[in-house]
């Protein structure tokens, strides 16, 4: 971070979207750099080092945000907040496993994002004013809720966003059986539209990649339980 204000790249290449999300940005402290397709982009990020971005899908030319996210993620663990216009999108970054920090779908609200944009931040420790949150050990699986890390073995296990948030949501409430609604509703917020076989969905990706280092149970008639 450069001095104290969070420097944000948004990348995305209708003017009006993105000078409006750069003058509520600005207008809550942070320093906003823009960039309208994914090359120049990349350049942008690597010379402001921002504390977040955030990137459209959609971009010209052949480098997309997706493409973006995946060269970031090669050597930082920046935060992105994706800005999506359809569905599929969401399916997509869900599905490559980008380890994207967040999305908003458009048509959004400048506020909405703005308030994404602190509550990432605040989730990366960026802005120093909540107390660190907690490191929990589970036999070779290291979480760290702050920098939204996972460690198995010491090698770093790539989380989609609801993974973590579910294993954060386990991890908060040790021993006790959960059902699939109180999952749903703890992990992901009451206004999550979801079928509660999401969270069966997410649980054995959670295994898949954290295998028996992982002591969750599956408690019969009921749903899950951690530890
Ligand atoms: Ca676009």
Known sequence: MVGSEPVVVVVEDDPNIS??????????????????NGHRGLEVISERRPDLIVLDIGLPG???????????????????????????????????ELGADDYVTKPFSPRELVARVKAVLRRAGADGIEDRPPIHELGGVVVDTGRREVRRDHEIVVLAAQEFDLLEFLLDNPGLALNRRQLLDGAWGRDWVGDERTVDVHVRQLRRKLGDDLPLETVWGVGYRLG
């Open 19 to 36: 000078d409006l999300v750069e003058l509520y940005l600005r207008r809550d402290g942070f320093r906003v750099y823009q960039a309208a």
């Open 62 to 96: 052949d480098v997309d945000g997706l493409e973006v996210c995946r060269q970031v993620r090669t050597d930082s663990k920046t935060p992105v907040i994706f800005l999506t216009a359809r569905d599929d999108e969401i399916d997509r970054i869900l599905g490559l």
